[in-house]
């Protein structure tokens, strides 16, 4: 399995472990199928994997995935984004096909932080 991130969304998870958690903690990263929108996401820190996730380390931090996010975000690149209206992950997925009304790059502004 293979996740590229960009700098912002390397600093922003940094960032969130070391206010929220501590050493050893890492995020959960859910990731859904949205339909035409793409992927929609819900985060937490966590201590420690849940029953199934897989942990994930990169650099400084490490997910905790379960299966379903883990097959959707196979060869996907993360990113944070900050907007005056909006602030979270987007997904840029070069698999994914456009269907009208979305991108390749998907936002997704959910999550339980």
């Not at 996401?41 to 905790?64: C, D, I, M, R």
């Not at 060869?75 to 944070?80: A, E, L, S």
């Not at 997925?93 to 936002?107: R, V």
Request: glycine share 12%.
């Amino acid at each position: 399995m293979k996740i590229d991130f960009t700098p912002a969304a390397e600093k922003f998870i940094r960032r969130l472990v070391m206010f929220d958690g501590g050493p050893g903690y890492g995020q959960r990263l859910l990731v859904s199928p949205g339909g035409c929108s793409g992927m929609s996401a819900e985060f937490s820190v966590e201590p420690a994997p849940g029953e199934g996730e897989q942990v994930y380390p990169h650099g400084q931090f490490k997910l905790f995935l379960p299966a379903q996010s883990r097959m959707l975000l196979d060869g996907v690149t993360i990113d944070f984004k900050e907007t005056a209206t909006s602030t979270g992950f987007a997904f840029i997925d070069p698999k994914a096909k456009s269907c009208g009304c979305s991108t390749t790059e998907t936002p997704a502004f959910e999550g339980t932080h």
